[in-house]
């Protein structure tokens, strides 16, 4: 029996009581659910493995047999007339014939896997300012228009007093945004597709950003064409290798060999889309920053530049409970790689809108005459307070000292 397996975009299932049901109008009537569970289990199983697709199968095993075999004449063998080495040099010819045969179905699994795919389906978002009247007139009656206006009443973009054929116009703004136009997806006007596209001219002109819904070296594989040696920064959040991956919807626990042969193919492909100045920054945390600094500076050839620090969480300074075993880690790490020594980063300058105060962890009863060259103090209870202490750039405040 085999049974076809789709993922859904929208998450739904397939319920195992359906699947029932139609078996008993076929000679497998008589599988149990236990059965069908226990075969789920197993095809899972194999998305959780150990494995990848290598690009370079028989050079590799060729190394390793190599390897094999000195080991073994050097450390364990110890007749070497002819009869001996005739059998050793049998043992490589065998070993080759081997690797070869195996390595042509691996080359031809790497080879369908670096194709370029076609995309499934593709839709266009569009504001409404950059439709023709008249184009929008007919949307106004399209089938679809219900659809559409049921996502705009999802997203927030329009409230439930507001009707929906008043917004099919080319002052169709937002409700909630008198700046902005409500955006029209294409997937709820299919059949008026073409004549949508039609008033926006040259379209890769007028599109200013793609989403693609993809395996990610599939999405950096398929737009290396159109974008190599253009893209101008890169920033990825890739899973981090953890024990589990029971906290998320995707997986987060992945063998230190397959996480970083995973991360080595898409950061050497993303490279190739990376203008001569670009930079990319790639965020990961203490698991797994070891392992990315390495296949980064492998990658770019000595051009990184930066790791940042990013804070994670204010839990840090917080009692330990008696069942942590380890001091609690607070921040990631973001490390920058320039393309080239072409890469430059402007200056960073933020104009602060409002005052922002840091509890400040001093013991109770320490005293502080200087603090980032020069500070304020005051008697007021402040709300970032910790034991009366807070402090923003240039200004600390303390519980009992009066104002300096």
């Known amino acids: 029996m085999r049974l076809k397996v789709g993922f859904s975009a929208n998450g739904a299932k397939t319920d195992i009581n359906d699947i029932l049901k139609a078996l008993k109008k076929t000679p497998f ?47 364990e063998e110890s007749v070497f007339n002819e009869e001996r080495l005739t059998q050793l040099r049998g043992l490589r010819a065998v070993a080759l014939h081997i690797i070869d045969f195996i390595a042509q179905f691996e080359d031809e699994l790497a080879r369908v896997w670096r194709k370029p795919k076609f995309a499934r389906a593709v839709n266009y978002v569009i504001t409404t300012d950059k439709i023709k009247s008249a184009v929008l007139k007919k949307m106004a009656k399209h089938k679809g228009a219900k659809k559409q206006a049921e996502e705009w009443l999802k997203l927030g973009l329009a409230d439930e007093k507001f009707n929906a054929a008043d917004f099919f116009t080319d002052k169709g703004k937002l409700l909630k945004d008198a700046d902005g136009f409500l955006p029209i ?36 594989n398929t737009l290396l064409p159109k974008y190599k040696e253009r893209v101008k920064c890169i920033y990825i959040d890739p899973p981090f290798n953890l024990d589990g991956s029971d906290r998320f919807d995707y997986r ?118 200087t603090f980032i060259g020069k500070f304020t103090v005051s008697n007021t209870p402040h709300p970032k307070a910790v034991n009366g202490w807070a402090w923003k750039w240039g200004s600390i405040f303390t519980p009992s000292l009066s104002r300096a």
């Open 29 to 75: 009537r008589y599988l149990r659910e236990e059965d069908l569970q226990r075969a789920f289990a197993v095809f899972r199983r194999q998305t959780e493995a150990d494995f990848f697709i290598h690009k370079d199968a028989g050079g590799f095993l060729r190394e390793q047999f190599d390897l094999w075999m000195f080991q073994y004449i050097y450390r």
């Open 185 to 220: 997806d294409t997937q709820y006007f299919k059949n008026m597709e073409a004549e949508i596209l039609a008033c926006l001219g040259d379209l890769d002109t007028a599109l200013d950003g793609e989403l693609v819904h993809s395996e990610n070296y599939q999405a950096l």
């Open 252 to 369: 987060t626990n992945y063998k230190n060999s397959c996480w970083a042969t995973m991360l080595e193919n898409r950061l050497r492909l993303a490279k190739n889309h990376l203008s001569d100045d670009g930079a990319i920054f790639v965020r990961c945390d203490y698991n797994g920053n070891w392992i990315v600094r390495c296949l980064l500076e492998n990658i770019y050839k000595g051009n990184f530049m930066n790791e940042v620090v990013v804070n994670r969480t204010q839990e840090f300074f917080k009692s330990p409970t008696p069942k942590q075993k380890k001091l609690m880690n607070d921040v990631d790490s973001l490390l920058i790689v320039g393309k080239s020594d072409n890469t430059r980063i402007n200056r960073i300058r933020v104009k602060r809108t409002e005052e922002i105060w840091h509890p400040l962890f001093f013991p109770a009863g320490a005293m502080v005459t």
